[in-house]
């Protein structure tokens, strides 16, 4: 199996130019920028990479959007990584940030765009500083700034600190964040290819996404299509996490099957226990069984399962966890990261949290479930960004798939409050009354 | 930038084909095909749509997700489904979630029966709820500020309010704090949401979460009715609706007119209705007896008290305030020409212009609309300050910039409220416009450096459509070239550029018009030259002119050279006057005091600066003894021996469109609610020619603000938003009112050792007054500004330019 | 003048959400709060500089208000009205449009809190692998302490967890003692728990791997 991004990335000084060039590091920047920058778009639309920030756009196919010719256009790389088990980008940045900005440089060079931000997580203050030292080491090598290596192209590139919103993943949130608001999404369309950051063309793409552009020109589109699936090429960085015995991020030809990552690379649960649900692409992927774990892991036949690849997060849930435990961390999660500019997603999750408390409480009835269930289709597809979506979908899928463990947990729980068996709706009346 | 073209192209909204101008959001285009679509967060006026509530979705054929229809321009051929059951769910959903926590306490808001939140639930909702979870409970109401409530637990944050205070009125107080649903609207740190323009967002509200303090459970919608009028407070002349119970006004509501104020208000206009109805307000007739003291009359006392008039035959001085009616004007001229035998008639605070100087200043084709602000390439606002002067000008400059790229530019004494907006802000001294627009003038064909430069080549190459605010107060000599320097741009020839005049009295345009000038009769004719109101104070304290008539102008408020009309009404032996509030000279001077009718009891026609008729129409009865100034003016005509021939406020009307060529052929009911802007008219073509502007040769001089001299600063003045008695005597207002701040520049103000909000005296010549001192960045040093038209401490008591500021003991 | 400004808080049902703020009133006795006079508004020198470093490396100097919110938390501890109002004099914006900005992200604070920050992860990955027990273990451990402790969403390191973030310093998996130790290293102004420092930790891919792998050496300001 090829590795293309982690590749000895432990090696020391890897953060540093020195080490980073001897490694080959820039080389692939020094091709680029003898290559017109329309045969780099042309290479990326042929590797067929897809965005490794969760949506899976093309990300050949999006650079062609921006509008070509001088204006001020803009460059966002999305570093937020908060999605819950996701942790990929951290790894990258920290262990061999040139590749990033190698990344970052090449296509703002076959795009046209003269000025660059690296939108990275407010918590991630190592990182952050590594990139920031990573930066200014460029800057002094000639690599960014004016007139890179005689090429004629020029980059400024900033590293922006956000402050802790999950919502500032979301391209536009980040958008609006980087313009110094409220991290609130805006409305689509236009899309920020169109009118994005301070309303001129804005190219948005994740840390890997931009880290693999330099892998890619070196090798040639068509042969990094090669790697992977037809419909999901080269390898991807995967974050596997929660009750396995060897968690963390590993490089993986997309394409192989979940059992290899979950046992064979992560080693699966504890002994004596077994895989009870996992999200394959972060906690807002609808959750697959035990039996899915057969699938190949890419975009194409995670979707069709009904669930997604996402931003390659496994989360591993082993059957000492109940399922109602996992889905209340779920909601709590958005319901505190809705940023509330949207009704559905707001009083959806907002909703969803105080009815699972409500279950806890001991105060509901199993039929209450479908109400559950109703509250998370009314929420799919009517929220202005996917937050909502990324809420209702998980919870919807637990419902679906683990209703009599659920109703089980809402007998429990009323037992434990000492609550009357509840027949018919005279008590539903007490209830709604108190 | 000029207007947008408009296409009409065609769509199908539930299997029917309708048209619709291209770009129009959906939600509008359907409303105007009878579709309703609801929504929550939608409202134009705000700018770009949000898309926040979510009410307003459809379906689209050919996109998988249901859309907004409010942030979805409709597009040719489009196929729109808005009765769907997909979109019905989507409908049902969005009214359950905004009702997981608003609470249902419509019985006790004050917004019940005229509720967006209300009318949607029953239309919209599913008429059950599967909610039973605890709703948010809080405190409620509490206070935004002394004018609005907020209710937390009702608020449905859509957006309305706090795009008002930022991207409206870009005041930036009103804010969202916190995220998801602890969202709540608030301000920094507890302070007040206190701003010009707050009250619009308890219009904008669609649910009681923001609520009038003053008119909080004063009514309910079902015993209230609505009446159209047109505020009076300020030349802005903004469009309202007047709420009324039982021949009271209890709000004021906008009544949008984009040809005039976009839908806004001030708060000024919005709150001061309630001087309509205090103890303040004079509603008898007074006289003054034997001892001295102004005492209730009945009318037939008063009229005949104050048809002595008639015994000084061309000995009779009046002013016409800014508030009067065409009518009012009109027979106030008729009255003294005609029945007193007397010229001597103003209403410009701000000395005469020579006739043919006005006439050109006021031509037709030299005059920019209020719309034309919005969408010129270059706005030059000349000395005024709009937030002031004409508080919804402001706003809508602000909208031009904002939206539609209008480059900006301020030349003024004083800082000004737009200068953020502006590309370039030029300071000039106190008193040296004149020499500001020499060099103005100078700089639009010579070459050169400098701000006054960067501003012709602006002005100059910029793009045709320029439009410069004035304000009146310019010196005669300034107007000279001022019409110099748009002849040169040849504003006259374009359609959306020109001049517009920021007067200083609300009607001050169509009382100008209507003959109460000094220098023309009515339509700007040529007549017998009077005394203008200078001279005619000096003539009052010299004895020559022994009778003063004063329709709505206290002279020691509302003019300058204070001292010489306090001589002058000493001297006068007979003060009639017409007024609403008893305010300073006329409490001591007055011998007869009619009450003045509010602009919700009047009948009558007024002219926006923009030249735009408007009708005043009665929303409610005259309180007390109070009778309509037309009627008033023509019984005292009577008793001075002259019949106007007026029974009517109608044959005012008639009389008036008689004498004024330029208004030939217009009615009351084309007026109507909108008005009619005569300089569009074809009877535009009689209004006298103007005299071409005099060419004389210019020179480069300065202008700029100058230092100190001996320790003496050179005072400009302003008139606050604030300064009116109408606010005075509003109790919801009571905590704006304007006093004496005396703006100081840091500079200064270190050197003379004064602290912020300190307590000064500013001297000249013997006479002091007492003012808070505020220093603010922006003034230039060797400057300081000071309040007029305030009850105490007002700067008209200074005649000079140069005053000294010192710290009080 | 109005009747309706301060009451007394109402009682409230035992789930409905509690936000602090939402019972305010304004306090009608201030004056509003628009764009601070720079001759009014004393800024720290050093504050304004590094302000207006951030101001300029944007297009649109509004980009620089998170940067200059992280600036001015430092500098003052939180992000107190004056800290707000600093920022909005350097800046030319409203406090208020600080404030609302501010309140959105989860680390700026809105009102006064204690020196250190224990980020304790209680998303669903730590909180499967037991840190919602760890997060008491911590609370109780940090009283008495100059340490504030919260409960925080993921923070992008589950392959460590149960982790925290120890003033910036990502540390994991935690024990339950590690509480205690967390606290005596911030006490005795040590690196915390260098042996469980993120920074030292080796990829899992093994093709990532190098045999003298010894941790990402710090950079830049180190232990802020
Ligand atoms: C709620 C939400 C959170 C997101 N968070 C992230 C994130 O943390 N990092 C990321 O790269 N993309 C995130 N995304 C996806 C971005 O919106 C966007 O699709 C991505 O940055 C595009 O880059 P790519 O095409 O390279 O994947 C998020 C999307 C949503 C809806
Ligand atoms: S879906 Fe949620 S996060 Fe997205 S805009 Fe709506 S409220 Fe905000
Ligand atoms: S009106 Fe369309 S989303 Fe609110």
């Known amino acids: 199996m090829p590795h293309l991004l982690f590749d000895r990335i432990d090696e020391p000084g890897l953060n540093t130019i020195p080490v980073y060039e001897r490694r080959g590091g820039y080389s692939a920047l020094r091709k680029a920028l003898q290559m017109p920058p329309e045969a780099i778009v042309e290479e990326l639309s042929q590797s067929g990479i897809r965005g490794r920030g969760g949506a899976g756009f093309k990300m050949g196919q999006k650079a062609s959007f921006l509008p070509k010719g001088e204006m001020a256009k803009y460059l966002t790389c999305n570093a937020d990584e908060s999605e819950p088990g996701t942790f990929k980008d951290r790894e990258l940045m920290q262990k061999s940030p040139h590749t990033l ?65 999950y919502i500032c993943g979301e391209e536009t949130g980040l958008l609006d964040s980087l313009e110094g608001k409220r991290g609130n999404p805006r409305l689509k369309p236009p899309f920020p290819a169109i009118e994005g950051l301070y309303a001129g063309p804005t190219l948005v793409n994740n840390v890997e996404t931009l880290g693999t552009v330099p892998t890619i020109i070196n090798m040639g589109g068509a042969d990094y299509a090669k790697i992977g699936t037809e419909g999901s090429t080269g390898t991807k960085l995967i974050s596997v996490s929660g009750d396995v015995q060897r968690p963390g991020n590993y490089e993986i030809e997309l394409g192989i099957s979940s059992r290899e990552i979950i046992y064979g690379l992560c080693g699966g649960p504890k002994p004596g226990r077994t895989v009870k649900m996992w999200f394959p692409g972060g906690s807002s992927s609808p959750v697959l069984l035990e039996q899915d774990l057969d699938l190949s892991y890419d975009f194409d036949t995670l979707a069709k399962a009904g669930s997604m690849l996402g931003s390659g997060a496994i989360i591993v849930v082993d059957d000492s966890h109940s399922a109602f435990e996992v889905m209340q961390k779920v909601v709590k999660f958005y319901a505190h990261e809705s940023c509330g500019k949207c009704v559905p997603c707001r009083e959806g999750t907002n909703w969803t949290n105080k009815f699972l408390a409500r279950i806890e409480a001991g105060e509901s009835t199993p039929m209450d479930l479908d109400i559950l269930a109703s509250v998370q289709s009314q929420i799919i597809g009517n929220c202005l960004c996917v937050l909502g979506d990324a809420m209702a979908m998980p919870v919807g899928s637990i419902v679906a798939k683990f209703r009599d463990e659920l109703e089980a947990e809402i007998e429990a729980a009323r037992e434990r409050a000492n609550a009357l068996p509840l027949t018919d709706t005279e008590d539903l009346l007490a209830l709604s009354a108190h | 930038m000029p207007r947008p073209e408009q296409k009409i192209i065609k769509l199908t909204i539930d299997g029917r084909e309708v048209e619709a101008v291209q770009g129009t959001m959906l939600v509008d285009a359907a409303k105007a095909a009878d579709v309703e679509i609801p929504y929550f967060c939608y409202e134009p006026k705000l700018g770009q749509p949000v898309g926040a509530c979510r009410m307003c979705l459809v379906e689209i054929e050919g996109i998988p997700k249901l859309q907004t229809s409010c942030s979805t321009p409709v597009r040719d051929g489009m196929v729109v489904n808005t009765q769907v059951q997909r979109v019905k769910d989507a409908q049902n959903s969005v009214v359950e979630f905004l009702l997981v926590n608003h609470p249902l306490d419509c019985p006790v808001c004050d917004k019940g029966g005229e509720c967006p939140l209300q009318d949607i639930t029953f239309g919209w909702g599913k008429g059950r709820s599967r909610v039973i979870e605890p709703k948010r409970h809080f405190v409620k109401p509490l206070a935004l500020s002394p004018l609005i409530a907020i209710d937390r637990e009702r608020c449905i944050l859509c957006y309305r309010c706090v795009r008002f205070s930022q991207e409206v009125a870009e005041d930036w107080q009103l804010i969202f704090t916190e995220r998801g649903s602890h969202t709540f609207v608030g301000t920094h740190d507890g302070h007040p949401y206190v701003a010009p323009f707050s009250g619009n967002i308890i219009e904008l509200c669609p649910v009681g979460a923001l609520t009038s303090q003053p008119y909080r459970f004063r009514a309910r919608p079902w015993d209230i009715e609505g009446a159209g009028g047109v505020c009076t407070l300020c030349p802005a002349q903004c469009n309202v609706e007047f709420t009324v119970r039982d021949d009271k006004v209890l709000r004021v509501l906008s009544r949008e007119n984009p040809g005039v104020d976009d839908g806004w208000l001030c708060d000024k206009g919005r709150f001061a209705y309630q001087a309509i109805h205090v103890d303040e307000r004079i509603t008898t007739p007074l006289v003054r007896d034997g001892s001295g003291e102004l005492r209730p009359a009945s009318w037939e006392e008063a009229i005949t008290a104050a048809g002595a008039l008639g015994q000084h035959q061309g000995s009779v001085g009046a002013l016409v305030g800014g508030q009067a009616s065409n009518e009012e004007a009109f027979l106030i001229g008729r009255l003294l020409r005609e029945g007193l035998a007397s010229a001597d008639i103003d209403s410009r605070p701000h000395g005469t212009v020579e006739l043919g100087l006005t006439r050109a200043l ?59 907006n502006a ?33 012709a080549q602006l002005l100059r190459d910029g793009g045709e459509d320029v439009v410069i605010l004035w304000g009146e107060s310019l010196p005669p000599a300034a107007l000279a070239i001022l019409l110099r320097i748009a002849e040169k741009l040849g504003l006259a020839e374009r359609e959306g550029a020109g001049l517009l005049e920021i007067p200083a009295g609300a009607n001050a345009r169509g009382i100008r018009e209507a003959g109460a000038l000094p220098n023309a009769g009515p339509g700007y004719a040529d007549t017998t030259t009077g005394r203008d109101a200078a001279e005619i104070a000096a003539a009052t304290a010299a004895g020559d002119i022994r009778a003063l008539y004063l329709f709505g102008v206290d002279p020691l408020r509302d003019l300058g050279a204070r001292a010489e009309w306090q001589a002058a009404l000493a001297r006068a032996e007979l003060v009639v006057a017409h007024a609403g509030v008893l305010t300073e000279g006329i409490a001591a001077h007055a011998d007869v005091v009619f009450p003045a009718e509010s602009s919700a009891e009047k009948e009558g026609t007024i002219v926006h600066p923009d030249g735009r008729l408007q009708r005043l129409r009665v929303a409610i009865k005259h309180p007390g003894q109070v009778r309509a100034g037309w ?109 004496q701040l005396v703006e100081l520049a840091p500079e200064d103000a270190a050197r003379l050792g004064i602290e912020h909000g300190s307590t000064v005296q500013v001297a000249q010549n013997g006479t002091r007054l007492s003012g808070r001192a505020v220093i603010r960045t922006g003034v230039p040093a060797g400057s300081v500004f000071l309040a007029t038209g305030i009850a105490k401490d007002s700067a008209n008591a200074l005649d000079e330019l140069m005053v000294e500021v010192v710290k009080s003991r | 003048m109005s009747s309706i400004d301060r009451r007394p808080p109402v009682r409230r049902y035992e789930h409905g959400s509690r936000v602090p703020g939402w019972d305010e009133a304004v306090d009608l006795t201030k004056p509003p709060a628009t764009v601070p006079d720079p001759a009014l508004t004393p800024v720290p020198e050093e504050l304004r500089a590094a302000i207006e470093a951030e101001m300029a490396k944007y297009p649109d100097r509004k980009s620089a208000s998170i940067p200059a919110l992280h600036l001015a938390q430092r500098h003052h501890g939180w992000c107190s009205p004056e800290a707000i109002k600093q920022v909005a004099c350097v800046m030319r914006l409203t406090p208020a449009y600080l404030t609302s900005v501010a309140s959105f992200y989860d680390m700026f604070y809105l009102q006064p809190k204690p020196k250190h920050d224990v980020y304790v992860c209680t998303n669903i990955t730590c909180s499967l692998l037991g840190a919602d027990e760890l997060y008491e273990r911590m609370c109780e451990a940090a009283e008495g302490h100059d340490i504030s402790v919260r409960g925080f969403e993921c923070l992008g390191a589950c392959d460590i967890g149960p982790m925290a973030s120890v003033d910036g310093e990502y540390v994991g998996p935690l024990n ?31 093709k990532g791997r190098v045999d003298d792998f010894d941790g990402i050496a710090p950079v830049g300001q180190e232990g802020n």
């Open chain 3, 176 to 206: 339950l003692d590690d509480p205690k130790l967390i606290v005596e290293d911030i006490e005795a102004g040590r690196p915390v728990l260098e042996h469980k420092q993120l920074r030292r930790r080796a990829v899992a891919d093994a």
């Open chain 2, 631 to 739: 009627q008033v003016i023509g019984e005292l005509a009577k008793a001075v021996g002259l019949d106007l021939h007026v029974l009517t406020a109608g044959m005012a009307f008639k009389q008036l469109v008689a004498a004024v060529p330029f208004y030939a052929g217009l009615t009351l009911e084309q007026i109507g609610g909108r008005g009619v802007r005569w300089p569009e008219t074809e009877a535009a073509a009689a209004m006298p020619a103007g005299t071409p502007a005099a060419q004389v040769a210019v020179t480069d001089v300065a202008s700029g603000p100058r230092p100190e001299v001996n320790g003496h600063l050179a005072a400009g003045t302003y008139r606050s938003i604030w300064a009116s008695p109408e606010v005075e005597i509003s109790p919801a207002l009571k905590f704006t009112v304007a006093e």
């Open chain 1, 101 to 165: 900005i190698e990344g970052i440089i090449i296509t703002t060079y076959a795009t046209g765009i003269h000025h660059a931000f690296i939108y990275i997580r407010g918590e991630y203050q190592l990182q952050a500083d590594i990139l920031d030292a990573a930066v200014a080491e460029a800057e002094a090598a000639g690599y960014l700034g004016e007139n890179i290596l005689g090429s004629g192209h020029s980059l400024k590139l900033v590293v922006h600190r956000g402050a802790g919103a």
């Open chain 2, 362 to 420: 006021a031509a037709p084709k030299l005059q920019a609309t209020v719309q034309d602000i919005e969408f010129a390439h270059t706005v030059l606002v000349l000395g005024t300050e709009p937030l002031d002067d004409a508080p919804i000008l402001d706003l809508r400059i602000r909208k031009g910039v904002r939206r539609h790229g209008v480059k900006l530019a301020i030349a003024s004494a004083r800082p000004s409220a737009l200068d953020p």
């Open chain 2, 423 to 455: 590309q370039l802000s030029i300071r000039y001294a106190p008193g040296a416009v004149v020499e500001f627009l020499s060099g103005l003038e100078w700089a639009l064909t010579a070459p050169g450096s400098g701000e006054t430069h960067e501003l």
